[in-house]
């Protein structure tokens, strides 16, 4: 097989033919973001000449960069861009500019208003952009104008720069700290704008009575009709609040789906006044069947469950802001007992008085407990005590101030205080 040999001579002059068009492009071509220092063929009188009189175009030199022009006309190299501006139909490329092209700079006049010292420090403060053009490679022949530049910016004061502008704040009235004066007046304010009540709905309803031996159109509660979600150990489950129960009503009763029920248990007998009647809650019926009705508890102050008596709801009466006026030598009787019999009675406790609608007695109206003569230095007042509802002869007092626990059966009452008619 014939192989062809390139000899060493050959092999130099193809070298050669190959570099020299490279040769001819890396002088054309220059690198425009790197700082140049000005063609020593540039006049000296030119870089004199005041802004005004500064020649509308420039014609690019061998080692000029758009960075070296803008420190000429514009006195600031990072104003460079400026000048790629004014002349995007030539410059193709930012980043290279080419001898003899002819480029506009009458813009420096306007943009050059800034004195040079802004610029410097802007560099010396490390301005956006300043540290990188600083820091980028650099061509041999613009090392020296980088040194001058910088040797420049030692002769002058670096200003120090302008303090912070103060955050805004954008705080809501949750975020903001509050004083413990503050928090003391929001939790009184919870207490202190409420309207003020003799008698409340809740109190009526479950201070409970003493029959009189009254024949009261009781009915029984079945049982509850929701299964119970916890095993409990006693097969009697209890019902709670918006669960419905089955009550049977009493022959001869007419109900109907709206209608109110007071569910209780009978506690003990109390003699000449009947049965301790002590209410567990109120259930209004969803539904009649004809010997049934299924009704929804809506109020419940103790446990309900199957055996309890279910009773018409008695309407209440509410008396409004009205405000019990003092009375002297009010209406006088004694206490019958307690409705939770209690070794040592409390507060918020119900007891039961010997007076009811038959002699005046109205809900609101205000008793004192005491002992001794009425009057007289033996006087002790033990408990003073709000009317929360009434019967024919008796009625049912809440215990608002306890002075002495022992308030027991045949200790005198006292009306002091009376709700307008």
């Given at each position: 097989m014939?192989?062809?040999t390139i000899c060493r001579s050959n092999r130099a002059a193809l070298l050669a033919l190959v570099a020299v068009p490279l040769a001819c492009w890396s002088l054309l071509a220059q690198d425009t973001t790197q700082a140049a220092a000005p063609p020593e063929a540039q006049p000296e009188a030119l870089t004199q000449q005041p802004l005004s009189e500064l020649p509308a175009t420039h014609t690019v030199a061998k080692g000029e960069t758009l960075w070296s022009?803008?420190?000429?006309?514009?006195?600031?190299?990072?104003?460079?861009?400026e000048i790629y501006r004014q002349n995007t139909a030539l410059i193709e490329d930012p980043h290279w500019i080419y001898p003899g092209e002819v480029l506009n700079v009458s813009g420096g006049g306007g943009v050059a208003q800034a004195p040079a010292e802004t610029t410097v420090t802007a560099i010396a403060q490390g301005a956006p952009g300043a540290d990188t053009v600083a820091r980028e490679p650099t061509a041999p022949d613009t090392v020296a104008a980088v040194d001058t530049l910088m040797t420049d910016t030692t002769q002058l004061v670096i200003e120090e720069p302008p303090p912070a502008a103060a955050d805004e704040s954008y705080q809501t009235i949750f975020d903001r700290p509050r004083s413990g004066a503050a928090d003391v007046q929001n939790t009184l304010r919870a207490y202190a704008d409420q309207p003020y009540r003799p008698l409340r709905r809740g109190e009526f309803y479950s201070a409970g009575f003493?029959?009189?031996?009254e024949n009261l159109p009781w009915g029984s509660v079945v049982g509850t009709t929701d299964k119970p979600s916890i095993p409990r150990l006693t097969d009697r489950a209890s019902a709670t609040q918006f669960q419905r129960i089955v009550v049977e009503p009493p022959p001869q009763a007419s109900y109907h789906v709206g209608d109110s029920l007071l569910i209780a248990r009978i506690d003990r007998d109390e003699g000449d006044w009947g049965e301790v009647v002590?209410?567990?809650?109120?259930?209004?019926?969803v539904e009649v069947a004809r010997k049934q009705l299924l009704a929804e508890i809506v109020m419940q102050f103790g446990r309900?469950?199957?055996?309890?008596?279910?009773?018409?709801l008695e309407p209440f009466k509410d008396p409004g802001e009205a405000r019990p006026t003092p009375v002297a030598q009010g209406l006088q009787g004694t206490v019958i007992g307690e409705r939770d019999l209690h070794t040592i009675a409390i507060s918020q406790q119900v007891i039961f008085i010997d007076r009811g609608r038959a002699d005046g007695v109205v809900p609101g109206d205000v008793f004192q407990?005491?002992?001794?003569?009425a009057g007289a230095p033996s006087e002790e007042v033990r408990a003073v005590v709000e009317v929360v509802h009434t019967r024919e002869h008796s009625c049912s007092g809440l215990v608002l101030t306890l002075k002495n626990p022992q308030l027991v059966p045949g200790l005198s009452v006292r009306l002091v205080r009376k709700m307008p008619s």
């Open positions: 014939r192989r062809t022009l803008a420190q000429l006309y514009f006195n600031d190299p990072l104003l460079w861009p003493l029959s009189e031996h002590v209410p567990v809650g109120v259930a209004r019926v309900i469950h199957d055996g309890h008596m279910a009773l018409p407990v005491y002992t001794g003569q």
